[in-house]
């Protein structure tokens, strides 16, 4: 198995990550159910068949039920715990159109210690390996997040610490506050999301002007051995037959088409070569699929067998940002 980042702290944990944003039915769910129970169990099972042992949540999805879910499936298989390395997030607040009108982001103390024991109940289980700040609070006072942090760590409720959607700069001040270091930093990269390589071969390009990626975060977290782990990998099926109602440019339909040459040569998947272009880059991203299917897990697990050549990470590239490199 690659050496990865976090290694250093969770050295057993797999490069692909299960993403549990889809269980517990969706985000409009009434309740859970059991169908929702059995699902989490399937997907689970099949998850570490095949290598994947590390999960990830947040208190949210499916507003919660994604959780109740896992654990209800955990509760069936306590002794599965000690295998599983399970991530969560807080620190968004959805309008509840109650006493809160419009949704927000909250680092205070108070909710993110009670976030921790919200998801820990419906995942039954004691401990989280990793909470994940979900996205960055621009009211974030980072001592106030440093002494949740710490709270949570002394009670052992959470073991590491780690952010998802933030730059370099909003993690060094973070960091500043915090004793404890901050292991991850989870952002959207895919090869429809490719802000996070354009980012870094645009300079002066008038074309790549929109980029949303902060410069240097990459480096950042190379530098500072920080696991960068992508979300929304598979890019929701768009080059490997899913849904293409909002783009079926001719830069989609290439990149498609090159994927299944490739996965034809490398004898693989197209999920394959679609995670086989995010682990080429030299970071070591671990890479986050939110797929309730079980073969398409199977056919992700697929990537751990294949190494494209540069020659072809170039091609795929060059396709999907739909024009030549500068
Ligand atoms: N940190 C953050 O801010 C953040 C934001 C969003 C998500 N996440 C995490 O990242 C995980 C993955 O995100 P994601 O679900 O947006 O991205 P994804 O893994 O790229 O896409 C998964 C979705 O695409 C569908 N899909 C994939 N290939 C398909 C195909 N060939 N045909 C039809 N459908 C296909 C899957 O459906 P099937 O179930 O049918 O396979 C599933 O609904 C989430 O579960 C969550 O854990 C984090």
């Known amino acids: 198995m690659q050496s990865l980042p976090i290694h250093d702290y969770l050295p057993h944990a797999s490069r692909l990550v299960y993403?549990?944003?889809?269980?517990?039915?969706?985000?409009?769910?009434n309740g859970l159910q059991?169908?929702?129970?059995?699902?989490?169990?399937?997907?689970?099972?099949?998850?570490?068949?095949?290598?994947?042992?590390?999960?990830d949540h947040a208190d949210i999805y499916s507003h919660g039920l994604a959780e109740a879910a896992f654990g209800g499936a955990l509760k069936q298989q306590s002794q599965l715990r000690d295998s599983m390395i399970i991530q969560s997030k807080c620190g968004i607040r959805f309008a509840n159109g109650a006493d809160q009108k419009v949704k927000?982001?909250?680092?205070?103390?108070?909710?993110?210690?009670?976030?921790?024991?919200?998801s820990l109940s419906r995942l039954n289980t004691d401990y989280l390996d990793v909470l994940f700040l979900h996205r960055p609070d621009p009211l974030m006072q980072p001592d106030e997040v440093a002494e949740?942090?710490?709270?949570?760590?002394?009670?052992?409720?959470?073991?590491?610490?780690?952010?998802?959607?933030?730059?370099?700069?909003?993690?060094?001040?973070?960091?500043?506050?915090?004793?404890?270091?901050?292991?991850?930093?989870?952002?959207?990269?895919?090869?429809?999301?490719?802000?996070?390589?354009?980012e870094g071969v645009c300079a002066n390009q008038n074309s790549m002007a929109n980029i949303g990626f902060n410069a240097g975060t990459i480096e950042h977290s190379r530098l500072n051995k920080i696991q960068m782990q992508s979300w929304g990998s598979l890019a929701q099926g768009l080059?490997?037959?899913?849904?293409?109602?909002?783009?079926?440019?001719?830069?989609?339909?290439?990149?498609?088409?090159?994927?299944?040459?490739?996965?034809?040569?490398?004898?693989?998947s197209v999920e394959a070569i679609i995670l086989g272009f995010l682990w080429r880059h030299p970071m070591k991203m671990q890479t986050v699929v939110g797929s309730l299917n079980e073969s398409r897990i199977k056919a992700c697990a697929q990537v751990e067998n294949i190494e494209l050549s540069a020659e072809h990470w170039y091609h795929l590239f060059e396709l999907a940002r739909g024009e030549e490199l500068p």
């Open 148 to 198: 949740a942090f710490s709270q949570l760590k002394r009670s052992g409720k959470v073991k590491y610490f780690a952010v998802s959607n933030m730059n370099a700069y909003q993690i060094d001040l973070l960091q500043s506050a915090c004793a404890m270091p901050i292991i991850a930093n989870q952002i959207e990269m895919s090869m429809a999301q490719l802000d996070w390589l354009n």
């Open 239 to 268: 080059f490997s037959g899913g849904d293409k109602t909002n783009s079926s440019s001719i830069a989609v339909q290439q990149t498609a088409a090159l994927i299944a040459e490739l996965a034809a040569e490398y004898q693989t």
């Open 34 to 55: 059991n169908e929702h129970i059995h699902t989490a169990r399937q997907m689970i099972d099949v998850c570490l068949e095949n290598g994947i042992n590390m999960f």
């Open 104 to 118: 927000r982001f909250d680092f205070s103390k108070d909710w993110i210690l009670n976030s921790v024991d919200n």
């Open 19 to 29: 993403g549990c944003m889809s269980l517990g039915g969706n985000w409009q769910a």
